[in-house]
């Protein structure tokens, strides 16, 4: 059998989700952080689920939900891309 997905207060408003939750009922917050990588058509994608702490991706380096969501900020911004490619 699957394991359970741990759960987190939600990261905005700290209100516990129930378990098939997938976002904040008062707030509208996704309540699991993770990947952005979602799969299509011609890729497999991630989607692995991170730690609500997670700025970018542990399984495969993409930035996380919550990032893109701006729920938390990366410590280095762009930080998987090469530093050429960073024009902030």
Same mark, same amino acid.
């Given at each position: &059998? =699957?394991?359970?997905?741990?759960?987190? *207060? !939600?990261? %905005?408003?700290? %209100? &516990?989700?129930?378990?098939?939750?997938? /976002? !904040?009922?008062?707030? =509208?917050? *996704?309540? @699991? #952080? %993770?990947?952005?990588?979602? *799969?299509?058509?011609? %890729?497999?994608g991630c989607t692995f689920? #991170?730690?609500?702490?997670?700025? /970018?991706?542990?399984? !495969? =380096?993409?930035?996380?939900? /919550? @990032? +893109? #969501? =701006? +729920?938390?900020?990366? &410590?280095?911004?762009?930080? #998987?891309? *090469?530093?050429?490619? $960073?024009? $902030?």
């Amino acid at each position: &059998m =699957g394991e359970k997905p741990e759960l987190y *207060p !939600c990261i %905005r408003c700290g %209100r &516990m989700p129930d378990e098939k939750d997938r /976002y !904040c009922i008062d707030c =509208g917050a *996704p309540v @699991q #952080n %993770r990947c952005s990588d979602e *799969p299509g058509i011609l %890729r497999k994608g991630c989607t692995f689920v #991170n730690p609500p702490t997670a700025a /970018y991706c542990a399984k !495969c =380096g993409e930035p996380t939900i /919550y @990032q +893109l #969501n =701006g +729920l938390i900020h990366p &410590m280095y911004p762009g930080g #998987n891309k *090469p530093a050429f490619l $960073n024009f $902030n």
